[in-house]
């Protein structure tokens, strides 16, 4: 990793790691906006910009760390536009019950074929359920890569540790359980018409082949080309089956049940809080000293998940990518205790997302770089950026206050960190606030 820029994309995340040779690997690509603010820029055509500004590298990776919005529609928006782009995709493997039961999969199938295609993908998102087959589509089978729990992949010479989903006994939440129960039970009687139970019989095929799909397309234990194309066209086959039934499933009797379980707000929120706590976190596997290469990648993790990583993870990183916005709701208390050079918080305006938390702006050893300081009631209430009175080791004229980077004051000039925030029409460093304000 010689370089991180960490992308504008409002309340949303896109960062990009950039290699030596001239590759880079996107983690995640998504925006809950319609516009970025900065320009009034629609978030079509700055998806667009993103994947342009990338176009002449010659290997291109992305790492979906779960499937929301926010870190997933713009990634999907690149491929639209341009089938083949990445080399190389890496998709979180699905969890699973002690059962072998994947419940968040589970619970989006039925929302897949009981709910309307959903406006607000925040809460009841179902792209997981033809991942598998769309990226077929748009990029090729053989690009398509799942990791979990102790996987290793490599970039850029440097191999990094999947910490996080496991995938066997996951800690699913109580609600997402007895909904899904309920769910079950619904379309078990035996007065229902054959669909109902033919839907149930489809289901557990289509379940166990997706279990087969995310095995045989493991980085770690990946089946040969035949067996992942066969087991991909059964999916496809079953799945389209069930497609098939939506419209007899719509006339049953327990169809109105069923779609009131899936929009209760509890259920719904447990769902979408289950697929952050399913988030793709890896780190760098450091072979010698602590050094720059060392990073801790988040996605949207929760603290109590986090915390049960607690003897996998060192002492302290150069780059820490703050989960969940840096919001409160992502804020773990062994952040304090853990040393971060550098603290990456992708965040924006929008109606339902959150504040940066105020222990991030404590952290007085670690230098923010924020996407944006809308989301910021430091920045508000003193109109200034927290990071000015921070002391930074990494610049190129030596450790001394971030004021004094060269990126800051000349603003054409070299962050020692290599970290940059890529809006649409500039590049900056870690000072949120404008250069004409403190160098006139």
């Avoid at 002690?98 to 709910?115: K, T």
């Avoid at 359920?129 to 010479?157: C, H, N, P």
């Avoid at 149930?200 to 082949?209: G, P, S, V």
């Avoid at 720059?292 to 302290?316: K, V």
Wanted: proline content about 5%; hydrophobic content about 40%.
């Amino acid at each position: 990793m010689e370089w991180v820029e960490l992308i504008d994309v409002e309340y949303g995340e896109c960062v990009v790691l950039g290699g030596k040779n001239h590759n880079m690997l996107m983690v995640d690509c998504g925006s809950m906006n319609q516009k970025l603010r900065d320009g009034d820029l629609p978030m079509d055509l700055l998806f667009g910009q993103i994947a342009e500004r990338y176009e002449t590298f010659l290997d291109r990776y992305f790492l979906l760390t779960h499937y929301h919005r926010d870190h997933l529609c713009g990634f999907k928006k690149i491929l639209e536009a341009r089938p083949g782009y990445f080399t190389r995709i890496f998709l979180p493997a699905t969890p699973m019950t002690a059962r072998g039961v994947p419940l968040l999969l589970e619970f989006a199938l039925f929302a897949f074929l009981f709910l309307p295609p959903q406006t607000d993908c925040a809460q009841i998102n179902t792209s997981c359920v033809k991942i598998f087959q769309y990226l077929e589509q748009k990029a090729g089978a053989d690009r398509i890569f799942t990791l979990s729990a102790g996987d290793l992949f490599s970039f850029d010479g440097v191999d990094y540790r999947v910490l996080w989903p496991q995938t066997e006994r996951f800690p699913f939440p109580p609600e997402l359980v007895e909904a899904l129960e309920k769910l079950n039970i619904l379309f078990s009687s035996p007065f229902l018409p054959e669909a109902a139970s033919r839907f149930l019989r489809l289901k557990k095929e289509f379940l166990n082949l997706y279990v087969t799909c995310s095995r045989a397309f493991s980085i770690s234990a990946r089946a040969l080309p035949d067996v992942r194309r066969q087991a991909l066209v059964r999916l496809e086959d079953t799945l389209r089956e069930l497609e098939g039934l939506r419209e007899e499933l719509s006339l049953c009797a327990n169809a109105h049940d069923a779609r009131e379980i899936l929009q209760d707000p509890l259920n719904a929120a447990a769902f979408s809080d289950c697929l952050n706590a399913s988030s793709l976190v890896f780190h760098n596997l450091r072979k010698k000293e602590a050094g720059p290469e060392d990073i801790l990648m988040t996605g949207d993790i929760p603290p109590e998940i986090l915390e049960s990583l607690q003897d996998q993870l060192y002492d302290g990183y150069y780059i820490l990518k703050a989960p969940h916005h840096g919001t409160a709701s992502g804020w773990s208390p062994m952040f304090s205790d853990m040393s971060a050079a550098h603290i990456l918080i992708s965040n924006g305006e929008y109606h339902a997302g959150g504040a940066i938390a105020q222990p991030y702006i404590d952290l007085s050893n670690s230098v923010r770089h924020c996407t944006s300081s809308r989301a910021c009631k430091w920045f508000f209430a003193s109109e200034a950026c927290c990071n000015r009175l921070t002391y930074c080791f990494d610049q190129t004229i030596g450790p001394g206050l971030v004021l004094k980077c060269p990126a800051v004051w000349q603003g054409t000039g070299k962050a020692g960190c290599k970290i940059r925030v890529i809006t649409h029409a500039k590049e900056r460093s870690c000072i949120c606030e404008p250069q004409t304000k403190y160098f006139q």
